[in-house]
């Protein structure tokens, strides 16, 4: 351990040894932070563990910012645990009433724990503030025991009051807190000054001052303060006094003597407590019997202090007196409630018991001999090694070890929120089994950690045996089964909460009717009277809503029976709903097929699987000009074509086969739609268009077969002249097409083919790059009628052999938007007009006629472009020889990315390097 002289960083205090014991009367929460940081400052400097217990007023964060601006390293401090700081609320009364014990123990845990990191001591200050919340008396023991053990250990203790706290306390309060301070540090205009306490030998002038001070807070206090002289004559008292004796005024009451208030059975006991606060200077109190000016007597608690001159001469004494009648009474009634449950404790059916945290049996009730067999001494010892099978036994052990491990999390608060339920087997001493329903708490001690386990056991054994015989007959039941008492659920299967949709929890113990429609209610608890009076025997239907909300049918018997010693109601019930929508789904689809079957145009047939008809509607006289009769009987031979009778009988059969590869839904789902020639009755031909669906039975096997024929004769003629119409008119535009490129390659014979070899390349690298038919056809036409603004240029200046001027080939670069203007005329499926008006762009905008960059191109341009400059550089022209396909993909390739497209360049140079590509003559 380090020097036994610590420095405190107070300027009035200086340097005191391990064990002093301080306290601080501060005004505001200034003046208190004015003391305690340079008093943590220096603890943590000196290698000290540190422990600020802060007031109500103070929180956390604002003690760590006041302290962080004098120790710039004090995140250091927190992390390694030199200093901790924690809220008054969470360190003095733990939520549970006051214990001094409980608060030296803590003392003593923290100094060990400091030790053992290496820490010389430990410096703590704690705030009074909550003492309005704890018992006094049990807190003047706890600064006594600090006092007077504090110099055994290297503890520095700064305890801080609050001066506008002070009219909560009471005046022997006070003076304890002085007395039990070796030194108090008090603020005088606006210097702090020590006042020695416990160590010296005073005048008690600063004493006096301050009990002259607070003497006029005693008038505001709850408690009657009267002060008497050394003989028992009373020479002053507060208003709360004066009411507490049932006087008037004052004045009636001053001179009195003291102990004649006192009944006299209790006079001797208050003199002895005079003489003894007279005599040793021992402040205390004690109970007693007090007579108010009715003579009616009435429990009080009075304690007294020594009153001295600044001389120190006793000049008598302050007597508080504290009406405690409300308290007796309930301690009154505490006893009579104790001597009731020990009456209730000892003849319950159920086992009331409390063991300590190391499993030690305390206390049992009498009862354990009529559950166990084991009179009470018997069972303290068995608990837990016999009476409890093994699996029971380690089931109760990590059911407790599980509660206790939440020690560790520091959330100590939630021991008393756990109360452990479960069901366990336990042995009777004749051997025999029972089981139990235990429920068990924890009784916490004053630190808030659990220090005694409570428990009540309860025999199910009838119970257990019932449950398990009703889960084995209705567990696996089809039917939902339950059981009602006064209304209410007892028991539920399975099949109820499937049926529900609650959980079992949610409907045990509710209103059984709360499930049934508000309209059927009356009506079921008609029917229910009348089977249970065996007045009806059949079942009834009513709906119910389940927790989803939606409504459901439901069919129920009930039956009285004897549960448990009372009468109570079984029931069964089955789930009806989809039945009754079948039923409803069944009339409402028959009334709506017979309506449709009457009345439609199409014949809607069936069949058996041996292709027997089993019905046809009346509108096959419309179409095939049969009565229904004739129909059914020349359905296949007569009907039916030869080959249209194949085609039927191969669909039904493929169809057919798949029913042995566990493909039932196939049945359900599959239309098998066919277009087959029929025979009128005329003997004209009909084409239909027939649709046969398989109906199968609740095994999803395919018993009949229905059928949907429509007359398409009419549509099969439309479709045939419509294909012609269209192959015309693709004739037409191939031609057109072809005319305006020869006419634009006539004008020009040196690029004659140019725009067809263009085509070629561009189709092919569409292909290439996967685009779909379509998009390729507007590529081709596209292609073939690039060119068609060069109509506008004049023939001298195509064929010119030498290089262009200016002005000529501003011309040339008319041509894109001359060709969009005559193509734009024209409505094309593809957007042909701006696929020409666009192939002379270029992804970096140095194209014409309009400059676009990147995806501002379309697609088909940007590969027409690509197109175009290959056949052009790989073919002659007027000013000069061809150059090749090498140099023309060199040229494509190097400015990949650039002015070309880098995907339609890619595509390009694979048509040619891995499809083989060249181009076909064209003649």
Known sequence: MGSKIRKTGIEPVGDIPWGTHLCQFYQTKEDMLEILVPYFKAGLENNEFCLWITPESLSERDAQKALRRVVPGLDRFLRTGQVEIIPHNQWSLKGGPFSPQALVNAWVDKLVRALANGYDGIRVTADRVWLEKADWRAFAFYEEEIEASIHKYPIIALCTYSLDKCDKYKALEIVDVIKTHQSSLVKRNGEWELVSGTERKHDGSDLWDLEEKLHALFESTTDGVVFVDVEGNITGLNRTAVCLYGYDDEEELVGQNLFDLVAGEDQTKVMDKIRGTFEEGRNGSTECMLLARDGKKFSAELGAALLCERSGKPTGFVVITRDITERKQAEETLRETEKHYHLLAENMTDVVWTMDMNLQPTYLSPSVMRLLGYDVDEARTRMITEALTPASREMAMTAIARVLSMESTGRQDLFKSQNLELEMEMKRKDGYTVWTSTSMSFICGPDGRPAEIRGIVRDITERKRAEELFTILSSNSPVGIYIVRDGKFELVNPRVLKFTGYTEDELMGTDCLRLVVPEDRDAVRENAVKMLKNERFSPYEYRYVGKDGKTRWAMEKVTSIQYRGETAVLGNFMDVTERRQAEEALRESERRYRLLAENVKDVIWTMDLNLKPTYLSPSIMRVLGYSVEEGMEHMMDGILSPRSRDVVMKAIAKALASAGKDQKELFRLRNLKLEIEMKRKDGSTVWTDTTMSFICDSHDQPVEILGVVRDITERKHADEQLQQSFKKLERAMEGTIQAITLTVETRDRYTAGHQ??????????????????????????????????????????????????????????????????????IEFPW????????????????????????????????????ADVVEAMSSHRPYRLALGIDEALAEVSQNRGVLYDADVVDACSAVFSERGFVFNSVS
């Open 831 to 866: 957007p042909v007009s701006k696929i020409v008006l666009q192939h002379h762009e270029r992804l970096n905008g140095s194209g014409y006629r309009s400059g676009l960059q990147g995806e501002e191109i379309l697609l088909e341009a940007r590969i027409l472009s690509v």
């Open 756 to 825: 067809r070899r263009v085509t070629q390349l561009a189709c092919a690298i569409g292909r290439e790059m996967g685009l779909a038919s379509d998009q390729i056809d507007g590529i081709r036409v596209a292609g073939l009628l690039h060119d068609i603004g060069k109509v506008y240029v004049p023939t001298e200046i195509l064929s010119k052999p030498g290089q262009l001027n200016e002005i000529e080939f501003a011309m040339i670069k008319t041509h894109p938007q001359v060709a969009y203007d005559i193509l734009n005329t």
